[in-house]
């Protein structure tokens, strides 16, 4: 962890601790970030720490065990909480709040009484509640629910109905405390969706903006075009990972990423190495990258052939680029392309009488004008049939 604890001064005279963590540029817009039950405990800090990682200021207090009464002065505990953060040196811009089962309850109860500029809540334990709140709510405010735990259905699309400012988001097959690493109901692909739609939200309404084109485009340029290492680590976060799903490849970890890059990847790749750009798409944690990947197979490259001698032969494949941000450093990657066309175009996989393309799936991707269909023996069976 890497915050400090402050007492913050509640309106009803109650004093609370809160742990404050900001991002390494020193400043930023804010965030409130608000506990379950469980308390201020190591997930809700290591959050913080997270989200200042993102470029935010937290500050996550201690809540008293009993809520706060209904009417002003529950409001005035809420200012209290927001005004704490506002008068932090560090703070700059925005406010937001985020919370969890109790909190994500509370974090309604705050965008509806206190002056905040969004919130997000993650299964408010009391859904019932928050209904009084909704109709007060002029702020974008998201909310998480699992599939099992979560309101009727037709109570909340009722409830929400007409208010563009509010997303709904149900996620299948998971609980009350999905989003919680190491608990029995952490299902971790939900986890991440939820918290990119989160931060998708806290980027639109609070910032801070990072050009994430300008971002990837720096760090291909270290691996492929300077093909400098010591250049392409500080792109990324302390801890990073790269997966090349297909061979699964890579690495998780400063050190073990390194030592991938350096012996494994950067010089690994061949001298005519070219990425041929088809698309890019942006958004506000993420990269996805559409390029066709060019070479030839002069040299053993361990990431994508690992184990096949060089052929001599040409190949063009191509590859999708999944690319994870955590503010302005390159988080993780995961590189998807199809084994069975590189293995075809260097003559390591004989394609007779399988469905496997070779340089043509390239030319495709390209130019759709090129042939569909061609692996389809039963495709001339429909020339001619009613459509």
Known sequence: MS?????????????????????????????????????????????????????YVVLAPQLPDHDPKPGGLAAENFAALVDGLRALPQHAGKIGVVGFGRGGRLATRIAAQADVDCAACYYPDDFAACLADIPTIRCPIVFHFPEHGAPDPREAEAALAG??????????????????SGSAHFDKPAALMAYSRTLAMLRKVLGPFFDLNALWEQHCYFEF?????????????????????PTMTGGVGHRELKRFYTYHFVHSNPADTKLIPVSRTIGADRVVDEFVFCATHDREIDWLLPGLAPTGKYFEVPMLAVIRFRGDKLYNEHIYWDQASVLVQIGALDPTGLPVAGRQTARKLIDETQPSNALMPNWASSEGKPV
């Open 3 to 55: 915050g400090t604890f402050i007492d913050i001064t509640l309106r009803d005279g109650t004093l609370v601790s809160a742990y404050v963590t900001q991002p390494a540029q020193g400043s930023g817009p804010g965030i409130v970030l608000l506990h379950d039950t469980a308390g201020l405990d190591d997930f809700v800090r290591h959050t913080a720490d997270l989200y200042a990682e993102e470029g």
């Open 163 to 180: 208010k563009p400012h509010i997303e709904r988001y149900v996620y299948p097959g998971t609980s009350t405390g999905f989003i919680v």
């Open 225 to 245: 075009g300077t093909r400098d290492v010591n250049a392409v680590m500080p792109t990324m976060v302390a801890e990073p990972y790269v997966n090349h799903v």
